[in-house]
């Protein structure tokens, strides 16, 4: 008995030695202003870049990172998202249309932190992934940051297969549940893709688009057109055209604008990306861009590439319910749901916009 008594202690300084040779072994990056070495990124954690000031958790930015907003959000399984950009000193984005991403500097970075509010049992805030998304010399780079379960720090995913975690919370007081998927680079990159001449794919952000950020946006001292900060920053240059002459989406929530404006800006934010000369589903006729204003490639009267069931056309003007798009955004079913990834939920809020766009368009469809 002694000596297995002396056995077991032997184990556990080993242990404790091992534990702490491994945590001796990991150094934080220090300080640096942002003058970060591209060459060393991805970091191992979210706080080695130095985004935020005091605790991690409360997402609070720096003075030189800029939080951001799009006019309307991409639907994620009802998580909620921050974003923030920050660029270096001297290097400016540029404009390269209304719908078009802008123009980024190399060492450009994105990041966007998913979470839920309203999570059960205890009504608490939980962070499940900041998705890191840098520019450098050779194209963007994407690298996911999975918060650990006491909310102090994200973690590089190094595998890059991403995971699922489950998740219930209470919204607008309706209990919900999904096993929240966290994405492969493999699925990052369905989303991201573009390759508009055939001859390179390349991985571009999404949101950053001027008709998504022309809109105003509290800075908790100001509130200030989101362009305009931007330039104020020394992250856009001269080149945007003045803000009355984009085009722009809208928040497809606030109810004071139209229908259309509302039903098209959802559209765009959700579908567009695929639905785009050179990206995933460009295969398909279909073109769900804000700026389209071809009512047949949109998608009205127009005939779906596969059919499923009996339903005639992508949108079937005043009748919603023979729509490709409703029947594919109200099915969770793998092969039949649109988007084909980034969410496990059907998006009711979203989907009834749609129904209510479709059913006001005059029956022309034949």
Known sequence: MKQKYLYLILFITVLCACSRNKDEQYTPIPPTSFQINLADVPYAKLSDYHFFKGDLKTLTPTD???????????????????RFVWMPKNVKASYDGDDNVL???????????FYYDNVLPSNSTKLIETRVLVRKADGWKFYDYIWNDDQTEAILDTDGQGKNVPVSWMENNIQKSVNYKIPAQTECATCHKLNPTGNKEL????????????????????????LEKWVAMGFLDSSIPDKTAIKSAVDWTDTSKSLELRARSYIDIN???????????????????????????????????????????IINAGNANQSMVVHRMASTAESEMMPIIGRRL?????????????????????
Do not use: W
């Open 64 to 82: 030189t990172v800029l939080p951001y907003k799009p006019a309307s959000e991409l639907f994620a399984d009802y998580a909620h998202k921050k």
């Open 103 to 113: 123009d980024f500097p190399v060492s450009t970075f994105f990041i966007k932190t």
């Open 346 to 366: 059907v998006h009711e809020e979203g989907l009834q916009l749609i129904k209510d766009y479709i059913n006001s368009l005059p029956r022309t469809c034949r």
């Open 271 to 313: 579908c567009a990306h695929c639905h785009r000369l050179g990206a995933h589903c460009d295969y398909v006729p279909q073109r769900f861009n804000f700026s389209n204003t071809n009512l047949g490639t949109f998608g009205i009267c127009l005939t779906p590439s596969a059919q499923l069931g009996n339903i005639p056309f």
């Open 203 to 226: 991985y571009i952000p999404i949101g950053p688009k001027p008709q998504n950020l022309n809109f105003d946006y509290n800075y908790g001292a100001t509130t200030m057109n989101q």
